[in-house]
C-alpha cells in the first residue's frame, strides 16, 4: 500500500498544527506509522487521497452509525445549506430534535443543545455543582469526559486518589476535587463517599466505557452507583456520548440517571451534543436559573437537519438495534474463530474492542495491561489489507448499518492474515 501523498500532506500539516492534526489520536503516534489523509468516504468505505480504499470500523470515531454519506441525510444537509449555516437564533429544529431525542432518553425531561462531548460534560458537571452546591466529583480511571480542565487528571493506585493535573495548563486547584476511582470497582465507591460524601455533587461515569477499548459495567455496578449517590444526596451523570442511540443503556440496566451527556450520533455527523435530565435539576440553567451556560453555535441548523434525519431513521427502521447488534456479534464470532492468539472480544449494542489478553478486561489496568505490541503488529497489518480501524488499543471501534456481509467476510479473511503474523 502506497501512501507518498498522504506522507507529503502530513509533513505540510506538521507545520501549521500540533503534530500535524486537530485531536491527537489521528497523528497515529500510538502505532508507529504515518495516517492516511482521506478525501472522501461512502456507505462503510473511506478512501484517502492515494487511491487507497478502506472498510471503516472507525466511522469518525462513533456517528456514523447509518455509515457516510447516507442519501437521506445529505439531501436534508443540501436543502438546509441553502436556508443559511447559521442564525445564532431560534429554530423549529431544535425543539424537533430534542422531541427525537427524549423518546430515545426519557429520562431527559429538559435539555440543552451544545456542540461537542466535551461541552456536554463540563456543562453537566457544571449544573451538578450549582444545584447540590457541593464542589467534588467521582470519575473512573479510564473513562474519558472530553478535555474540560476539572476532568483532566490522574489517579495512582489506592481505594481514592484526589486529583492531580495530567496536562500542563490545568491547576491543582481545578483538579483538586476530582476524585479518580477504579472503574467497576465499587467497594472504592463506597469507602470515597464514606470520607467524602456530604461534599461531592456528582458521579459522572461512561455506563458502557469505550475510552479504555470497550469495558462493560460488572453486575450490580452501576445500580450500586445510584443508590450511593442517592444516599448522599450527589447527582448521577452517564456519559452517553459515545453508547448513546447504539444502546439502550437505561433501559437495560433499568437505571434513570439524573443528568445524561450525548452526542456523537445525536448530530448525524455533524458537530452537536447534548446534555439534559431531572427538570427541577435542568431548570437552573440561564435563563431560568442562574446557572450560566452559552454558544453561539449552539442548535446549529446544519446540526439540528442531520440530527433529525439520524434519529428519525433509527427510530422508523423495526428492530434497527437489535439487528445491529446481532450483526456485531456475527462478526465478533468470526474473528474470534480465526484468531491465533488469545484475545477479548467485548460488545456492547454495535461497539466492540479487540484486547491482546487472555484476561477479561473489568478497568483501565486490565486494559493497559494487554499485549500493545501484538495490538500494533495487527493494526498495521489490517491497514495495509484496507481494513481502517482506530490506531489505539484504547479506543473503541463501530459497525455500521452500512456494514455488508462482503466486508464483514474480506475483514476475517485480513484478521486471519494478520493474526498469523503475530505467531
Request: proline content about 4%; hydrophobic content about 40%.
Amino acid at each position: 500500500m502506497k501512501l507518498e501523498k498522504s506522507a507529503a500532506a502530513f509533513a505540510l500539516a506538521k507545520k501549521f498544527m500540533p503534530g500535524g492534526v486537530n485531536s491527537p489520536v489521528r497523528s497515529y503516534s500510538n502505532v508507529d506509522c504515518n495516517p492516511p489523509f482521506i478525501s472522501c468516504a461512502k456507505g462503510s468505505y473511506i478512501f484517502d487521497i492515494d487511491g487507497n480504499n478502506y472498510i471503516d470500523y472507525v466511522g469518525s470515531w462513533g456517528p456514523m452509525i447509518l455509515g457516510h454519506a447516507h442519501e437521506k441525510i445529505v439531501a436534508a444537509l443540501k436543502k438546509a445549506v441553502e436556508r443559511g449555516t447559521s442564525y445564532g437564533a431560534p429554530t423549529e429544529l431544535e425543539t424537533q430534535l430534542a422531541a427525537l431525542v427524549q423518546k430515545f432518553y426519557p429520562s431527559m425531561q429538559v435539555m440543552r443543545m451544545v456542540n461537542s462531548g466535551t461541552e456536554a460534560t463540563m456543562s453537566a458537571l457544571r449544573v451538578a455543582r450549582g444545584f447540590t452546591n457541593r464542589e467534588k466529583i467521582v470519575k473512573f480511571i479510564g473513562c474519558y469526559h472530553g478535555h474540560s480542565d476539572s476532568l483532566l487528571v490522574n489517579a495512582g493506585s489506592g481505594a481514592a486518589t484526589f486529583g492531580e493535573p495530567s496536562s500542563p495548563g490545568v491547576t491543582r486547584g481545578t483538579a483538586k476535587d476530582t476524585l479518580a476511582l477504579p472503574y467497576n470497582d465499587i467497594d472504592a465507591v463506597k469507602k470515597v463517599f464514606d470520607n467524602n460524601g456530604e461534599e461531592i455533587a456528582a458521579v459522572i461515569v461512561e455506563p458502557v466505557a469505550g475510552n479504555m477499548g470497550l469495558v462493560l459495567p460488572e453486575e450490580n455496578f452501576l445500580q450500586n452507583l445510584r443508590d450511593v449517590t442517592k444516599k448522599f444526596g450527589s447527582l448521577l451523570i452517564f456519559d452517553e456520548v459515545m453508547s448513546g442511540f447504539r444502546i439502550d443503556v437505561q433501559g437495560k440496566y433499568k437505571i434513570t440517571p439524573d443528568l445524561t451527556c450525548l452526542g456523537k450520533i445525536i448530530g448525524g455527523g455533524l458537530p452537536c451534543a447534548a446534555y439534559g435530565g431531572r427538570a427541577d435539576i435542568m431548570r437552573n440553567v440561564s435563563p431560568d436559573g442562574r446557572i450560566y451556560q452559552a454558544g453561539t453555535l449552539s442548535g446549529n441548523p446544519l446540526a439540528m437537519t442531520a440530527g433529525i434525519e439520524t434519529l428519525k431513521i433509527l427510530a422508523d427502521t423495526p428492530n434497527f438495534t437489535e439487528n445491529l447488534t446481532a450483526r456485531t456479534s456475527k462478526l465478533l464470532q468470526e474473528i474470534k474463530k480465526v484468531a491465533s492468539v488469545e484475545i477479548q472480544t467485548p460488545q456492547a449494542g454495535s461497539m466492540f474492542a479487540i484486547f491482546f489478553s487472555g484476561k477479561k478486561v473489568k478497568n483501565y489496568a486490565d486494559a493497559a495491561a494487554s499485549n500493545q505490541a501484538q495490538f500494533k503488529k495487527f493494526f498495521i497489518s489490517m491497514l495495509e489489507q484496507g481494513i481502517y480501524l482506530a490506531p489505539s488499543q484504547f479506543e473503541t471501534l463501530f459497525v455500521s448499518a452500512a456494514h455488508s456481509d462482503a466486508d464483514f467476510e474480506k475483514t476475517v479473511a485480513a484478521a486471519k492474515i494478520a493474526f498469523g503474523e503475530l505467531i
